[in-house]
């Protein structure tokens, strides 16, 4: 059962990160443009709302910058296969393919056009959320014993967690000399509530990833990645590195930090995001 929870937990966080789709298909609208986390979650929240009852909380969070616009299909194999896990993957959009926009703005400013978001209720069925330029849409919902059980040990993201802005910000000594030498880096900005369980928990945490790494359905080659993780209540540093050799498309996510009474090798999630895993430490 160890392993089919983290076998969920791969699926269900690498999708989150994978999905965004066209600003075209909106269902709620907000502030246009690049937006932080604090902005763009209310829009999400808007959408959520009316979505198959209500009564939504939001886990995770993620925001994704390319400097070229970069379109996926919707049944990218990035998505995994849901059904080898024991549960239900349903889309409830229409899209075909999805987009995350262009953006050459600040990386510092914590800011972007693309923001997914993960929701449970109270059956402990995961919906999935985008906001893009400001539109909302859900996109998809997983359903299962499996993972509901997953969604139970996760934490939702308490309301003082400091924003992505302050967040980037906060790190923003340590990745200066890497987003000087590369200023139109890929981005990401990953915030998890927490998770609890078998007698460990991972704390509220931003994970903010630079890398030279192009987002693509088939990202290739090497790149140079920055990655840092900041308490998301105090805003302290509590990890950040520099890896010159990443390879693109085959690197990790790491939730947090590893939870050792749940899988030998850390606590991961596959992703199509090129974002790296970083160091082991003790839960």
């Given at each position: 059962m160890r392993y089919v929870v983290v076998a969920a937990v791969v699926v269900v966080v690498g999708l989150l990160v994978a999905f965004v789709v066209l600003p075209a298909l909106t269902s709620s609208g907000g502030p246009s443009g690049p937006l932080t986390y604090a902005n763009a979650r209310p829009i999400a929240d808007s959408a959520m709302s009316g979505y198959a009852g209500g009564g939504w909380t939001a886990l995770f969070a993620v925001g994704l910058v390319t400097p070229t616009s970069e379109s996926f299909p919707v049944n990218a194999s990035a998505l995994g296969n849901v059904s080898s896990t024991g549960c239900t993957y349903t889309i409830v959009t229409s899209a075909s393919t999805y987009t995350v926009p262009a953006f050459t703005g600040n990386r510092s400013a914590?800011?972007?056009?693309?923001?997914?978001?993960?929701?449970?209720?109270?059956?402990?069925?995961?919906?999935?959320?985008?906001v893009i330029n400001g539109q909302a849409t859900v996109l998809a919902t997983i359903t299962?014993?499996?993972?509901?059980?997953?969604?139970?040990?996760?934490?939702?993201?308490?309301?003082?967690?400091?924003?992505?802005?302050?967040?980037?910000?906060?790190?923003?000594?340590?990745?200066?000399?890497?987003?000087?030498?590369h200023p139109n880096a890929s981005a990401e900005f990953a915030l998890i509530g927490g998770l609890s369980g078998f007698g460990r928990s991972i704390p509220t945490e931003w994970s903010i990833t630079y890398t030279t790494c192009a987002v693509t359905p088939s990202p290739t080659g090497t790149g140079e990645q920055f990655n840092a993780t900041v308490n998301a209540l105090t805003g302290a540093v509590t990890h950040a590195q520099?890896?010159?050799?990443?390879?693109?498309?085959?690197?990790?996510i790491t939730v947090a930090q590893p939870v050792t009474?749940?899988?030998?090798?850390?606590?991961?999630?596959?992703?199509s995001a090129p974002a790296a895993a970083r160091p082991a430490q003790t839960a």
């Open positions: 914590g800011v972007t056009p693309a923001w997914e978001f993960v929701y449970r209720n109270a059956a402990y069925t995961l919906a999935f959320a985008s299962g014993t499996e993972c509901a059980f997953v969604a139970a040990l996760l934490t939702p993201i308490p309301g003082n967690a400091i924003d992505s802005s302050s967040a980037a910000a906060d790190v923003a000594p340590d990745a200066q000399a890497f987003l000087t030498a520099t890896n010159d050799s990443a390879v693109c498309g085959s690197t990790n009474g749940l899988h030998p090798t850390g606590f991961v999630a596959a992703s």
